[in-house]
């Protein structure tokens, strides 16, 4: 049984000082590095949008930040621009130890569609290779952290649990945008799939 450590969107961007930060997002870097020397595997993932995206505010006249929109494939966000490809934003934050990846997902790039899982685009059908990977190198077992707890670690999670992995999330090593209770909708959610919540 192999055991993957998949470290979600720890960038420039979602941590304080960034363009769509989260509170304390920065807090959880040493701690997923000193985690990453017990995994069999380690997979970081990074939001890569090129400008202009359809998730951003900015590309919607009159459209605010944090409003929802309908898309093809449903609802929406739309998020402030962020994570801009080879932008500084776009960076691992400078203190995670990026040298014990294994492999880094970029997700976000398709300019029609945003991507907040590991796995799949906002569609849940176009995948990003993560999971071919993951059976590939024969893990069955996924613990995950990163940012935020509510957006991108919860989709991840439950596609990963829809997909047949046994799956842990490290609450202590996440950290929440909490948009209009969406934290407490997060938890629920993965606990009724079966993904395991830890400190």
Sequence with gaps: MTHALIVIDVQNDFCPGGALAVADGDQIVPGINALMGAFDAVILTQDWHPAGHSSFASSHPRAEAFSMVEMPYGPQVLWPDHCVQGSTGAAFHPGLNTDRADLIIRKGFRPAIDSYSAFFENDHQTPTGLEGYLRTRGVSDLTMVGLATDFCVQYS???????????????????????????????????????????
């Design 157 to 199: 999670a439950l596609d990963a649990a829809r997909l047949g992995f046994t799956v842990t999330v490290r609450e202590g090593l996440c950290r929440a945008i909490d948009l209009d209770g969406s934290l407490a909708a997060a938890r629920e959610a993965m606990r009724s799939q079966g993904i395991g919540l830890m400190e």
